[in-house]
């Protein structure tokens, strides 16, 4: 099956712009996160959709950072304006709801680099 | 609160022999899952292995075993027969709640390992 697709891999934006990421999950993914890795850390949550409900955004900067997740499939990622520090690797990653092997698939991410 | 602690920021293995990844982790819940993850250089994070906090066994996947110690709160990553390929960031990560439960994953600050030919 075809993995978890994200554009684009890499961008640069000055700051103040805005720049808004890509993610297709796995067919039939029930559930979608978005995470933030900065460099040197282990990735963290933004925000994470049920079908196309939130189910946590605690950690999301809602004053510049937008997500949402249409019909359930697809996810858009909205910074605006960006900031020096939300230079990272933005993830996306599914799973199926109730599936028994437990873990979540990745995409290959978004680098995002804010001059 | 749950956490991850990872206490290796760098690890070097001698091709073909076995190395050890420290994972110990915090949280209040009964019910939790422990997973490692690999990122190679292209950024990708990969899936590699799992333990439910009731499995008794220690989970293993090929060359991968996880040596998960409920006491200590442990969940080591061992890697045999170490190939070139293994050469990566890898990350222990926290779920809390049944396996059922599509929770976030809590995951640790990683540790570089470097397989020498």
């Known amino acids: 099956e075809a993995g978890v697709a994200q554009s684009p891999r890499y961008k640069i934006i000055e700051k103040r712009q805005s720049v808004a990421f890509w993610c297709n999950p796995i067919s039939g993914h029930a559930t979608l996160y978005w995470y933030q890795q900065i460099l040197g850390q282990g990735p963290k949550l933004l925000i994470q959709?049920?079908?196309?409900?939130?189910?946590?955004d605690s950690q999301l900067p809602k004053d510049r950072f937008s997500a949402e997740r249409l019909k359930g499939v697809d996810s858009t990622l909205k910074i605006q304006p960006a900031k020096l520090e939300d230079s990272a690797v933005y993830l996306c990653?599914?799973?199926?709801?109730?599936?028994?092997?437990?873990?979540?698939?990745f995409g290959p991410g978004t680098r995002l680099t804010v001059t | 609160a749950q956490k991850i602690t990872q206490t290796q920021p760098g690890m070097f293995v001698q091709e073909k022999e076995a190395v050890t990844l420290d994972c110990t982790y915090d949280?209040?819940?009964?019910?939790?899952?422990l997973f490692w993850y690999k990122q190679p250089s292209s950024g990708e994070m990969i899936f590699l292995i799992y333990?439910?906090?009731?499995?008794?066994q220690n989970a293993t996947e090929g060359r991968y075993s996880l040596n998960f110690q409920k006491a200590r709160k442990s969940a080591n990553l061992v890697i045999s027969a170490s190939q070139l390929g293994d050469s990566a960031m890898y990350f222990c990560a926290m779920r809390e709640g049944l396996p059922s439960n599509t929770g976030k994953l809590i995951f640790g600050q990683g540790t570089t390992l470097q397989v020498k030919p």
């Open positions: 949280t209040s819940d009964q019910s939790y899952g």
């Open positions: 959709f049920q079908n196309n409900g939130v189910v946590d």
């Open positions: 990653a599914s799973r199926s709801r109730g599936r028994d092997g437990h873990e979540q698939y």
């Open positions: 333990q439910g906090s009731y499995d008794e």
